[in-house]
């Protein structure tokens, strides 16, 4: 008898877990709410030739000093990304001015039009059940 008690409270527990975590998941979407101010952009510039560590260190200086570049630069091998408040400047607004402070053979990465347009994450599939279920809750708590 004490062993089936004991079951019972197991399982009570378990399955208030996993209700306690529905609970919270579900709040957790229905408050989400998107960035309308969003103005940090990520840009990317391919170069014809890989960077070394000089010159690496030599393109970040020159692009922290183009207005709006934030302090996140990444340089790999011959491309550069890097984040800009896109209210201050765009990503040709940049490239033209990096061009003009050095003698370099690149070229502005340019995303695809099916790509540019596109309104969810490229990960998330709008078929799948997690963004099914997302866009259900949030229907169900944004009647207003």
Known sequence: MKINKKIKIALLSIL????????ILVYHIANARPIE?????????????????????????KLHSIAGVKSDIIVKRNVVVYFHDNRIADSKKVYNELMTKGNYKAERFVLPEGLA???????IKKDGMSYKFTKFIQGIFNKS
């Open 16 to 23: 208030g877990f996993f209700l306690l975590m529905f609970v």
């Open 37 to 61: 101010n969003a103005t940090i952009q990520v840009s990317r510039i391919d170069f014809d030739k890989p960077f070394d560590s000089l010159s690496t260190i030599e393109i970040k200086q």
């Open 117 to 123: 347009n596109k309104q969810v994450c490229p990960v």
